[in-house]
């Protein structure tokens, strides 16, 4: 298969919403499946919708991972920020070696 046929292959560049087939649990509840098919990030899944007793609620799907990551790339961008601001200017006083010699009081 060529590159110009799997391009072809590819949904449109907008963002659009797929509906899974409809499951049904021992419970009796339905669940379908809702996913975001767009361009070259191919397909990832959005949440389900739940149908029990005629009542639909839905259930996003959350990616932890995701969320954790944007979380230790905040503390890595503030610590570095914060190391930057003490190595530009210490909070501790001036204490050259030819300050403390030639010092006149």
Request: proline share 8%; no cysteine; glycine share 8%.
């Amino acid at each position: 298969m060529t590159l110009r046929e799997r391009l072809n292959e590819l949904p449109a560049m907008g963002s659009t919403l797929v509906y899974g087939a409809p499951h049904q649990t021992p419970d009796g509840a339905t669940i379908i499946t809702v996913a975001a098919v767009s361009g070259w990030r191919g397909s990832r899944p959005v949440g389900i919708f739940v149908v029990r007793d005629s009542e639909v609620k839905w259930e996003p799907a959350v990616d932890a991972s995701r969320i954790a990551t944007l979380g230790v790339i905040t503390g890595l961008v503030a610590a570095t920020l914060g190391t930057l601001a003490v190595v530009k200017t210490p909070p501790w006083p001036n204490m050259r070696f030819w300050d403390i010699r030639y010092r006149t009081n």
